[in-house]
Structures are given as C-alpha cells and as structure tokens.
C-alpha cells in the first residue's frame, strides 16, 4: 500500500498563485508516473497535470502556460505550481501515482478554491 499526502490548498483571489505538494510513502525517484486530478462539484474528475516516468510532462489544455507540474526528489515531494488561478479552477485536488494511467494510488485530496 502506498500512501500520498496532499497539502497546499485554500481561499484565493482570481489571478493569485497557490503551490500544491503531494508527499508519498515511496521515493520519487522511482520509475513511475505521478499525476494531479481535480473534481468539481457536479462534474467529472479530470486529470490535470501528469509527469511521467521519464519526467516528462503533459498538462490538460486549460492549465497549460498556468500549472507547473515537478517532482523534487530530494524533498520527495511532487508539485502543482499553480499561477494566474480562475474560479474555474476551483476544485479538490488530488495526487495519484503509479500504472499505466498513474492512478493506482491516491491521496485525500486538498481544496482550491479562486473566487472572483
């Protein structure tokens, strides 16, 4: 069983910047892919942000130039750097790692909420 803690969220204005961690109970230096998904009420979760075992990296169209994603090893922490938030962006956020679609473990999730 691997565990994944998420921290980082909270209340902001549109335009400001929010910085999400996700720390897991295994290195990050393993050969594995890491991911942020969100979910809004009432709407589907979608996966946000992905950075793959290679470390390279691929973000859903509406983040893209905005969410930053980056695994430090040393701090074995992942990432969501996230500037230029919209209230469409509000969301609980969560870390997920590892399988082909990097979703085999997840955290609890943390809240983002950007209003208007």
């Known amino acids: 069983q691997v565990n994944l803690v998420e921290s980082g969220g909270g209340s902001v204005q549109a335009g400001e910047s929010l910085t999400l961690s996700c720390v897991p109970s295994?290195?990050?230096?393993?050969?594995?892919?890491m991911r942020w998904f969100r979910q809004a009420p009432g709407k589907e979760r979608e996966g946000v942000a992905r950075i793959n075992a290679d470390r390279s990296t691929t973000y859903t169209d509406s983040v893209k130039g905005r969410f930053t994603i980056s695994i430090d090893n040393d701090k074995n922490t992942l990432y969501l750097q996230m500037d230029n938030l919209k209230p469409e962006d509000t969301a609980m956020y969560y870390c997920a790692l590892g399988g082909a679609r990097c979703d085999n473990y997840w955290g609890q999730g943390t809240q983002v909420t950007v209003s208007s």
């Open positions: 295994i290195s990050t230096r393993g050969a594995f892919c």
